[in-house]
C-alpha cells in the first residue's frame, strides 16, 4: 500500500472538511477525527473552528478567512493551521 501524496496547501483553492472527518465543539474550541487515519486532533481556537467548518461555502480558503473575521495579523497563524490540517488529511482540496 502506498502513501498518499503529500498535499501543498494553497490558500487560493477550494477547501473543505474532509468527508471522513468528525468534529466534536469543545469550550477550547474542537476535537477533530479522521476515520480514515485514525488520528486525532485538537483546534484550539473556536475562530478556527468556524474557518475549517466554513471552507465549503467559500470559493477559496483565502475567502472563508476573511469571511470568518481573519484578521492580517492572524492570517499567517491560521494560514498554518490550515497547512498542518491539510498535511494530515483533516482538510483537502474540493474538485
Known sequence: MTA?????????????RSRS???????FGALVYSFSTRKLSFLKSKL???VVEALSDHPTAEAA???CGVTDAQRPAYVKALADLARSQMIEVRT
Request: glycine content about 4%.
Open 4 to 16: 498518499p501524496a503529500e498535499v501543498a496547501f494553497d490558500p487560493g483553492q477550494p477547501w473543505r
Open 21 to 27: 472527518v468528525a468534529l466534536r465543539p469543545e469550550p
Open 65 to 67: 478567512l476573511a469571511a
Open 48 to 50: 478556527l473552528v468556524e
